[in-house]
C-alpha cells in the first residue's frame, strides 16, 4: 500500500519542520510538500493532489478556513484535518460546516497527530476529545421550549405582555412606566409567569417567547 | 434659615426699632412740653389769684375770696379745685363742697423761702398737678390750686398711638417690599443652586440665563463658564478614556496574539522536536528526561494558552461576540460552577463593530465576575438581543442581590465600582448600563448601546 501523501499548510516553519520529522518517521505516511500561507496551501493542494493537507486555522493570505472552503470545491476527494491552537467549538463547527475530516489542537499534536491522519485517511472523523460536546449538540440541537410545557395556556393578557416585554430585555423600571404599573408589581407578574411557565431564568423566557412568536414585533 | 427670611426680617427689625425709638422720644419730648405748660398756666394762674387774694386775705372778706376762685373755676376747664389755707393752715376758700379730702392739707408743703411749689398728686380721681403759692410770705396764708393733667396724659397716648399705628403701617410696608425684594434677589440665586445641582448630577448642558449685570448676573456668567469648562474636561476625559480603552485592548490584543501564535507555535515545535527525540533515543534516561521536558513544554503551553484566552479571546475578533460570550459563558459555569444559560438572539447571525463586540463581552465579563465574587447564586441568564436600534444585553443572577441605591460596605462598593466601570465602557459608545437588584431578589445588569444598522457586518 501507498504511503498517506501529506501537504502541511501552516505559516510556521519550526512547525512545518517539527511534524515533518514526525511523519516522515511513520512508514505508512510521507511529507510530500510544505505550503507557508493560504494561497500555496491552495496552490500546492490542488497542483501535488495529497491524500491529506494538516491545515493550520491562522494563515497569512487566505486562513485555515477559506482554504478548506476552497479545496472542498477544487479539490473534494483531498481530506482534510485541522491542526489548530484553538480549542474554540465555535472554531470547529465553523470547519466541521466547511467540510473537514478532522479537527485537532497542536498541544495534542505529538501525541495525536499520527493517530489523526490514519483515522481521517481510513475515512473516519477524528476530533480532539475534549471538543466532541459539539457533535452532540449538533446532534440534539438546542433543547427544545416549543414543546408544551406548564400551564402557559393560563397567562392572563397582562401576564402576557409582561413576559414580551422582559423577554425583549426591558428593565422591569421601563416595563413599570410603560404600563403604568409599579416595580414590584412587574417583578410579581413576572415571578408568576415564570412559575406558571416552569422557565428557569431570562434566557428559557426568552427562548419561550422566540418560540411563541412573541417577539416578531413591539407589543401594542 | 433663607436668605429671604434673614432680609425680611432685617428690614422688620430696621423698622421696628426706629419707628419705637421715635415713638419713645416723641412721648417724652411732647410730655415734658406738655407738663411745663401745665405748670406755666398754673402758676401764672395762682400767682395772678396772689395779686387780688393778698388784699382780701388782709380784709378776711371771704366772699371776695369765693367770688374769685368760683370765676377762676368757671374759666379754666381743667381747673379740679382751688384751695386758700390761712396762715395757720385753715380752709378760708375752697372750692370743694364738703370739706378738703384727706391729705390734701399736708401735701405739697412750699420750702422756706420758695415762692411756689408743685408736686403731682395721684388722687382716686386721676392725676393733679398742684400748686402751692405762699401769699405774703405765708403771712397772709397758702393758695392752692389743682389743674388735672388728664389732658396731657391723653395727648401723650393719642401721640403714642398715633405714632405706633404708623410705625405698624410702615412695618407692613416694609415687609411687603423686603419680601417682593428679598424674592427678586434671590430667585436668580435659587436658580443658580438649582443648575449647580443639576451639573452635580452630571448634566453639563445646564446653562443658567443672565437677567442682569448686577452681582448676580456676574455670578451666572462665571456659573456658565465654570460649567463650559467642565464640559470640556469631561470630554477631555471621556476622549482619554476612549483612548486608554482602546490602547489597553490593543495591547491585550497584541499580547494574546503573540502568546498564542509565537510563543504557541514555538512550544508546539518544541513539543514535537522532543517527540522524535524521544522516539529516536536509545538511552533510557535521555527519553524519560526528553518525557519530563516534554511535560514542561505541554504545560507551558496549557498556560500560556489560558492567558491568551483571559487577555482577549481570538474568538472574538475573528468569530464575533456571539462565539466568543458561547465560550466565556461555558468556561466560566465550569470555573465557578454556575449554571450559565446563554442565549443570542437577531445578533447571532450580524456582527458588530468591534470595539461595540468588545464593550459588550467586557461587561458581560464584569457583571458574570462580579456575580460570581460576591452574589452567591445558581444561575445566570446572559441574553443578547436586538431590539429597533439598540443591542440590548441583560446578565441576570438569582443571586443574594443588593440595594443599588443605597450606601453599601466595602465588598458592595467594590462591587460599585465594578459598576461604574460598566458604566463608563457603554457611555462611551452612548450606550447605558442599568443595575436592577433587591436584596435576595438577584441582579440584573442591562446593557443597552445604539447601533447603526449599516454598521452590521
Do not use: C
Amino acid at each position: 500500500m501507498n504511503p498517506t501523501r501529506v501537504l502541511i499548510a501552516d505559516d510556521h516553519a519550526v512547525v512545518r519542520a517539527g511534524i515533518r520529522l514526525l511523519i516522515d518517521r511513520q512508514e505508512d505516511m510521507e511529507v510530500i510538500g510544505e505550503a507557508g500561507d493560504g494561497w500555496q496551501a491552495v496552490e500546492q493542494a490542488t497542483s501535488l493532489r495529497p491524500d491529506l493537507v494538516l491545515l493550520d486555522v491562522t494563515m497569512p493570505g487566505l486562513n485555515g478556513l477559506e482554504v478548506a472552503s476552497e479545496l472542498r470545491r477544487a479539490v473534494p476527494d483531498v481530506r482534510l484535518l485541522v491542526l489548530t491552537m484553538h480549542d474554540d467549538e465555535a472554531y470547529l463547527r465553523q470547519f466541521l460546516q466547511a467540510g473537514v475530516s478532522g479537527y485537532i489542537l497542536k498541544k495534542a499534536a505529538d501525541t495525536e497527530l499520527v493517530a489523526a491522519v490514519r483515522a481521517v485517511v481510513r475515512g473516519e472523523t477524528y476530533i480532539y476529545p475534549s471538543l466532541t460536546g459539539v457533535l452532540v449538540d449538533r446532534f440534539l440541537d438546542k433543547p427544545e421550549v416549543t414543546k408544551e410545557r406548564g400551564s402557559h395556556g393560563k397567562l392572563t393578557a397582562r401576564e402576557t405582555e409582561i413576559l414580551q416585554l422582559v423577554a425583549q430585555g426591558y428593565t422591569s423600571q421601563q416595563i413599570g412606566d410603560r404600563l403604568s404599573i409599579t416595580v414590584n408589581t412587574v417583578q410579581t407578574h413576572r415571578a408568576h409567569i415564570m412559575e406558571k411557565l416552569e422557565l428557569k431564568g431570562r434566557a428559557e423566557l426568552v427562548r419561550y417567547a422566540l418560540a411563541r412568536g412573541l417577539l416578531t414585533g413591539e407589543p401594542s | 434659615m433663607s436668605l429671604r427670611l434673614q432680609i425680611v426680617l432685617a428690614i422688620a427689625g430696621l423698622i421696628l426699632v426706629l419707628g419705637l425709638a421715635g415713638t419713645f422720644h416723641a412721648r417724652f419730648t411732647l410730655s415734658g412740653i406738655s407738663e411745663d405748660l401745665l405748670e406755666q398756666r398754673g402758676n401764672a394762674i395762682a400767682s395772678d389769684l396772689e395779686g387780688h387774694a393778698s388784699e382780701l386775705l388782709l380784709t378776711d372778706d371771704i366772699y371776695g375770696l369765693y367770688r374769685r376762685i368760683n370765676s377762676i373755676m368757671n374759666s379754666e376747664g381743667d381747673m379740679r379745685y382751688v384751695v386758700i389755707l390761712g396762715p395757720n393752715g385753715e380752709v378760708k376758700a375752697s372750692t370743694f363742697a364738703g370739706g378738703l379730702p384727706v391729705g390734701l392739707r399736708e401735701a405739697n408743703p412750699v420750702p422756706d423761702g420758695q415762692a411756689s411749689s408743685t408736686e403731682i398728686l395721684e388722687t382716686s380721681e386721676g392725676s393733679l398737678l398742684d400748686m402751692a403759692r405762699p401769699v405774703l410770705g405765708g403771712e397772709a396764708g397758702v393758695i392752692r390750686v389743682g389743674l388735672s393733667r388728664e389732658r396731657v396724659e391723653s395727648d401723650v397716648a393719642s401721640l403714642t398711638f398715633r405714632l405706633l399705628a404708623i410705625t405698624g403701617g410702615i412695618l407692613l410696608a416694609g415687609l411687603l417690599v423686603s419680601y417682593g425684594l428679598a424674592t427678586l434677589l434671590t430667585r436668580p440665586l435659587s436658580r443658580l443652586a438649582d443648575a449647580a445641582r443639576a451639573v452635580g448630577r452630571g448634566d453639563l448642558s445646564r446653562k443658567v440665563a443672565i437677567e442682569s449685570s448686577d452681582e448676580v448676573g456676574e455670578l451666572s456668567a462665571a456659573f456658565n463658564a465654570m460649567t463650559d469648562q467642565l464640559r470640556e474636561k469631561e470630554e477631555d476625559r471621556r476622549r482619554l478614556l476612549a483612548q486608554v480603552i482602546s490602547a489597553q485592548e490593543d495591547e491585550r490584543k497584541r499580547v494574546a496574539r503573540e502568546l498564542h501564535d509565537e510563543a504557541g507555535q514555538a512550544l508546539t515545535s518544541l513539543m514535537l522536536g522532543l517527540k522524535h527525540l524521544h522516539e529516536t533515543a536509545v538511552d533510557d534516561t535521555v527519553r524519560a528526561r526528553v518525557a519530563d521536558l516534554r511535560t514542561v513544554a505541554s504545560d507551558t503551553l496549557e498556560l500560556m494558552h489560558d492567558l491568551s484566552l483571559d487577555l482577549r479571546p481570538s474568538s472574538l475578533d475573528d468569530l464575533g461576540l456571539v462565539a466568543a460570550l458561547e465560550r466565556y459563558t461555558k468556561d466560566f459555569g465550569r470555573k465557578y460552577e454556575i449554571n450559565v444559560d446563554f442565549h443570542a438572539g437577531a445578533l447571532r447571525e450580524r456582527r458588530l463593530p468591534i470595539q461595540h463586540e468588545v464593550t459588550v463581552y467586557r461587561i458581560v465579563q464584569e457583571a458574570l465576575t462580579n456575580t460570581a465574587r460576591h452574589a452567591s447564586a445558581k444561575n445566570i441568564s446572559v441574553t443578547l438581543d436586538r431590539r429597533n436600534g439598540t443591542a440590548v444585553v441583560v446578565a441576570e443572577d438569582d443571586g443574594s442581590g443588593f440595594d443599588p441605591s443605597g450606601q453599601e460596605l466595602s465588598p458592595a462598593e467594590a462591587r460599585r465600582l465594578g459598576i461604574r466601570g460598566m458604566e463608563e465602557r457603554a457611555a462611551l459608545l452612548g450606550g447605558r448600563v442599568t443595575i436592577e437588584s433587591r436584596p435576595g431578589a438577584g441582579t440584573a445588569v442591562f446593557l443597552e448601546i445604539p447601533i447603526d444598522e449599516d454598521d452590521l457586518t
